[in-house]
């Protein structure tokens, strides 16, 4: 579930005005996976800007206050959403825990960080949707950890078909704060693109593998 159209359009303008998220639709990203993308998204860059930071935090507890108002605890998944994920938990005064992107090589060897008991409800924080492979990963080993995971909000997906099937099939609720058809219709109002680049915009969605 994406949050109103207010809030999303909301998020979706600071993310375009301190450059957390780029659009490019000629001269394409590569990502790490090699794939071509003609936007590039980095939602750590939010909490350099007070501004943004605050918008995202309140977001965020809005919708765990209206979806998940019985939530014991709040993880978020590192590295990039375990600040925001700290904020939502101060502003909620709830417990919070990260989960770890692989599992410490010593020690405890721990994969999810912090105090958290068997049976608790978890609703996870993610700075960014694209898959959904590494968010459901963090989902799991929360749920191997004994927790009961609510759901998972995101600051920004890209809506591939890919990760709603892979949230559905892992029996796991979530959503997100703004998302890629809001920002690319936000970006047309400003002019940050043009009309007519929303062809080949609206063709990386439907089929990001097979873009270029």
């Not at 800007?49 to 019985?70: G, L, M």
């Not at 929360?142 to 559905?168: Q, T």
């Amino acid at each position: 579930m994406t949050q109103t159209n207010e809030i999303a359009k909301k998020v979706a303008t600071q993310l375009l005005q301190i450059n957390a998220i780029k659009l490019s639709p000629t001269s394409p990203f590569t990502w790490a996976s090699g794939m071509k993308s003609p936007i590039y998204c980095d939602n750590r860059k939010t909490l350099s800007f007070p501004e943004a930071r605050d918008i995202i935090r309140d977001a965020f507890v809005q919708a765990i206050q209206n979806q998940y108002s019985n939530v014991e605890v709040i993880a978020g998944v590192a590295t990039g959403a375990i600040a925001h994920g700290v904020l939502v938990a101060q502003a909620l005064n709830k417990p919070f825990v990260y989960v770890r992107s692989d599992a410490k090589k010593h020690g405890l060897e721990n994969l999810v960080e912090g105090h958290l008991e068997k049976g608790q409800s978890v609703v996870v924080i993610e700075d960014l949707i694209s898959t959904g492979g590494s968010s459901l990963k963090a989902v799991e080993a929360l749920r191997n950890a004994g927790a009961r995971v609510e759901g998972l909000l995101a600051i920004f997906s890209y809506g591939f078909a890919k990760a709603s099937e892979s949230f559905i099939q892992a029996n796991c609720a979530f959503g997100t704060l703004s998302n890629y058809p809001v920002l690319v219709d936000l970006a047309l109002e400003t002019g940050y693109i043009k009309s007519s680049d929303l062809e080949l915009l609206r063709k990386w969605r439907e089929n990001p593998d097979q873009w270029l």
